[in-house]
């Protein structure tokens, strides 16, 4: 299937080639009073490819994502994306420049439709402020008829065109899920986070959701960050892992890497470092 | 029909009319507690502060005259005859837009993630402030407002429900206020407007996602601090809808500022999260209200009025406490 994002947006091209470093993080530390959450972390993210964060439970991965959406502020570090190195940016700010995201426990707008929904996907690609929306009601129809097509494809790609009207809140969960990625995907994203994108599901909803990845990636180039926690998807799904643990980097590289580096075995099997 | 019948419908109709007046304030609050989960105290001292404004504009008052005139020991009161209605209900709404803007910025700005008793008690303090701030501005004499609204009782109605009456018995028609229907006509038609500027606008689906979830919304690339100014504007608007009907009503002074009082009860029988169920609340009030004092009120010595309707909220609670149409909320442990 071929898809084609309409012209409404476009905001989020850069001249990146693939390949090149889209998302880059230096010794990032963070911390809760004394809960030390992440500590020294540094990666990047290059453009076009599937990047996992894995790692036990707490190891901070949602607060890594956090960080690079704008949720938490870190302490230490920075964070240069497209680029462009950024201080305390807010989430919607993030939002403006490319980066979307989806949630561990799913954060729809329960009581909205499925459309509606992802139609506040297509926020950051309106042309005019939402002051301008609210008075001058006529071109601002025709702006929302372009977005409304937009979303038609994602609904269209995502196979849901049976719930489009269903309130979201209503859905199964495996569902709510493909809703939420669709609402991600509706921003035209330059960099796509998804947290446990599969956590919860069955397995055909898996191969289904995996499928979904893969596609975006393929067929828009959108670049991909992910947290999961099913290693067969982890290792099959992605370019690059990164493993955390306890807040610190343990491992980076290849899939076949991480499989091998003794202390990433280590931590997910639990054996202490001593012999 | 017999008179006690008619009497009846007489008050139904006076009930549901009275209660469409609570329904504005009622709504205001609404529109503010879904968007940012905040209990605003100061609505009422809102449509107050609307009404003052108004009526200084359009009687050409200079603001803030008491004050210029203590410190220079000038004479100023008046700068002219003052502008037109329209004119000045324009002014009027640009300067809740701007204290809605000024609001969230010397306010609300510096509450983000606080608890919600903190910013209720910002809310109480904002209230003390801008009913001082309109005293100031304004004075402290009782108004009246006149935006060219129909008033008094309605001849017409009154000649045509006296035909309905059984042959023969003694009837003079049903009292029914102009004011009151008008009122009631621009309030159907504010909420049919805000109905729709929610459902059928981007802005208005920015609005639902924000009352929705505040972090799923951030997420999508809404901004809450402009939302938060928008959502203070519309409530400075419906203030001002309800300042002026209960300005019209019963002069601006300075207890209107506490009909904020009354849409308390309208709101736990409606939902503090339901526009329609602050309609629907006001109309039971404003009914109940009207058929206690009525029918109940004579056995009682009367003045059931004044506290009907908190009882009846009481009542409610007990058995339901979200309001009829509000939110469930059910607390996982």
């Given at each position: 299937?071929?898809?084609?994002?309409?012209s409404?947006?476009?905001?989020?091209?850069?001249n990146?080639?693939?390949?090149?470093?889209?998302?880059?993080?230096?010794?990032i530390?963070?911390?809760?009073?004394?809960?030390?959450?992440?500590?020294?972390v540094?990666?990047?993210?290059?453009?076009?490819?599937?990047r996992?964060?894995?790692?036990?439970?707490?190891?901070?991965?949602?607060?890594?994502?956090?960080?690079?959406?704008?949720?938490?502020?870190?302490?230490?570090?920075?964070?240069?994306?497209?680029?462009?190195?950024?201080?305390?940016?807010?989430?919607?700010?993030?939002?403006?420049q490319?980066?979307?995201r989806?949630?561990?426990?799913?954060a729809l707008?329960?009581?909205?439709?499925?459309?509606?929904?992802?139609?506040?996907?297509?926020?950051?690609?309106?042309?005019?402020?939402?002051?301008?929306?609210?008075l001058?009601h006529?071109?601002?129809?025709?702006?929302?008829?372009?977005?409304?097509?937009?979303?038609?494809?994602?609904?269209d790609?995502?196979?849901?065109?049976?719930?489009?009207?269903t309130?979201?809140?209503r859905?199964?969960?495996?569902?709510?899920?493909?809703?939420?990625?669709?609402?991600?995907?509706?921003?035209?994203?330059?960099?796509?986070?998804?947290?446990?994108?599969?956590?919860g599901?069955?397995?055909?909803?898996?191969?289904?959701?995996?499928r979904?990845?893969?596609?975006?990636?393929?067929?828009?180039?959108?670049t991909?960050?992910?947290?999961e926690?099913?290693?067969?998807?982890?290792?099959?799904?992605?370019?690059?892992?990164?493993?955390l643990?306890?807040?610190?980097?343990?491992?980076?590289?290849?899939?076949?890497?991480?499989?091998?580096?003794?202390?990433?075995?280590d931590?997910?099997?639990?054996?202490?470092h001593?012999d | 029909?017999?008179?006690?019948?008619?009497?009846?419908?007489?008050?139904v109709l006076?009930?549901?009319?009275?209660?469409?007046?609570?329904?504005?304030?009622?709504?205001?609050?609404?529109?503010?507690?879904?968007?940012?989960?905040?209990?605003?105290?100061?609505?009422?001292?809102?449509?107050?502060?609307a009404?003052?404004?108004?009526v200084?504009?359009?009687?050409?008052?200079?603001?803030?005259?008491?004050?210029?005139?203590?410190?220079f020991?000038?004479?100023?009161?008046?700068?002219?005859?003052?502008?037109?209605?329209?004119?000045?209900?324009?002014?009027?709404?640009?300067?809740?837009?701007?204290?809605?803007?000024?609001?969230?910025?010397?306010?609300?700005?510096?509450?983000?993630?606080?608890e919600?008793?903190i910013?209720?008690?910002?809310?109480?303090?904002?209230?003390?402030?801008?009913?001082?701030?309109g005293?100031?501005?304004?004075?402290?004499?009782?108004?009246?407002?006149?935006?060219?609204?129909?008033?008094?009782?309605?001849?017409?109605?009154?000649?045509?429900?006296?035909?309905?009456?059984?042959?023969?018995?003694?009837?003079?028609?049903?009292?029914?206020d102009?004011?009151d229907?008008?009122?009631?006509?621009?309030?159907?038609?504010?909420?049919v407007?805000?109905?729709?500027?929610s459902?059928?606008?981007?802005?208005?689906?920015?609005?639902?996602?924000?009352?929705?979830?505040h972090?799923?919304?951030?997420?999508?690339?809404?901004?809450?601090?402009?939302?938060?100014?928008?959502?203070?504007?519309?409530?400075?608007?419906?203030?001002?809808?309800?300042?002026?009907?209960?300005?019209?009503?019963s002069g601006?002074?300075?207890?209107?500022?506490?009909?904020a009082?009354?849409?308390?009860?309208?709101?736990?029988?409606?939902g503090f999260?339901?526009?329609?169920?602050?309609?629907?609340g006001?109309?039971?009030i404003?009914?109940?209200?009207?058929l206690?004092?009525?029918?109940?009120?004579p056995?009682?010595?009367?003045?059931?009025e004044?506290?009907?309707?908190?009882?009846?909220?009481?009542?409610?609670?007990?058995?339901?406490?979200?309001?009829?149409?509000?939110?469930?909320?059910?607390?996982?442990?």
């Amino acid at each position: 299937m071929n898809m084609h994002y309409s012209s409404a947006g476009g905001a989020h091209r850069d001249n990146l080639a693939k390949g090149e470093t889209l998302l880059q993080v230096d010794n990032i530390s963070l911390s809760f009073g004394g809960v030390k959450a992440i500590q020294d972390v540094s990666f990047d993210i290059k453009k076009g490819e599937i990047r996992a964060i894995i790692g036990p439970n707490g190891a901070g991965k949602t607060s890594m994502l956090n960080v690079i959406n704008g949720f938490y502020h870190p302490q230490e570090g920075t964070i240069t994306f497209r680029g462009k190195e950024r201080r305390r940016m807010r989430p919607h700010v993030a939002a403006q420049q490319g980066i979307s995201r989806t949630f561990q426990n799913i954060a729809l707008f329960k009581g909205m439709s499925v459309l509606d929904n992802i139609m506040t996907g297509r926020m950051t690609l309106q042309k005019r402020n939402m002051l301008w929306h609210a008075l001058w009601h006529g071109p601002a129809q025709m702006e929302e008829l372009e977005h409304r097509a937009a979303v038609e494809k994602i609904i269209d790609f995502l196979e849901i065109e049976a719930i489009r009207k269903t309130p979201s809140g209503r859905l199964p969960y495996g569902l709510q899920k493909r809703v939420e990625l669709g609402r991600a995907l509706a921003a035209e994203p330059a960099l796509l986070l998804l947290d446990e994108p599969m956590a919860g599901m069955n397995l055909e909803e898996k191969e289904d959701m995996s499928r979904f990845i893969l596609d975006v990636n393929h067929q828009f180039g959108t670049t991909i960050a992910l947290i999961e926690h099913d290693m067969g998807v982890v290792m099959d799904l992605s370019d690059r892992v990164m493993v955390l643990d306890y807040g610190r980097k343990i491992g980076d590289g290849t899939p076949d890497d991480v499989r091998k580096n003794r202390d990433v075995i280590d931590a997910y099997l639990g054996v202490s470092h001593d012999d | 029909m017999s008179p006690a019948f008619l009497n009846f419908i007489e008050i139904v109709l006076n009930g549901l009319m009275a209660g469409i007046m609570y329904s504005l304030v009622a709504l205001g609050f609404v529109l503010i507690f879904k968007a940012s989960g905040i209990f605003n105290f100061a609505q009422g001292v809102m449509a107050l502060f609307a009404a003052l404004t108004l009526v200084g504009l359009q009687t050409g008052q200079v603001p803030f005259s008491h004050l210029i005139n203590a410190i220079f020991g000038t004479e100023l009161h008046h700068w002219g005859s003052g502008l037109h209605t329209v004119l000045a209900i324009l002014f009027t709404m640009a300067l809740m837009i701007l204290l809605a803007w000024v609001i969230e910025r010397v306010v609300l700005k510096h509450l983000v993630n606080q608890e919600p008793i903190i910013l209720f008690m910002a809310t109480i303090g904002l209230a003390y402030f801008l009913e001082g701030f309109g005293d100031l501005m304004w004075g402290s004499d009782v108004k009246v407002l006149d935006v060219g609204l129909p008033s008094g009782g309605s001849l017409w109605w009154e000649d045509v429900t006296r035909t309905w009456v059984t042959e023969g018995s003694e009837y003079w028609g049903m009292y029914i206020d102009r004011l009151d229907v008008a009122a009631t006509s621009v309030a159907v038609i504010l909420v049919v407007g805000l109905s729709a500027f929610s459902q059928y606008t981007a802005t208005g689906r920015a609005l639902r996602a924000v009352a929705d979830d505040h972090q799923a919304a951030m997420s999508v690339g809404i901004s809450l601090r402009t939302i938060w100014v928008i959502v203070w504007s519309i409530a400075g608007f419906v203030a001002l809808v309800a300042g002026i009907m209960w300005g019209s009503k019963s002069g601006v002074q300075f207890s209107l500022s506490l009909i904020a009082l009354k849409a308390l009860p309208v709101l736990i029988l409606g939902g503090f999260t339901s526009i329609p169920g602050a309609i629907v609340g006001g109309l039971i009030i404003g009914v109940g209200e009207k058929l206690a004092e009525a029918y109940v009120g004579p056995l009682v010595g009367g003045a059931i009025e004044n506290w009907f309707a908190y009882m009846l909220a009481l009542a409610f609670l007990l058995v339901r406490p979200q309001g009829l149409f509000g939110d469930r909320i059910i607390e996982r442990i």
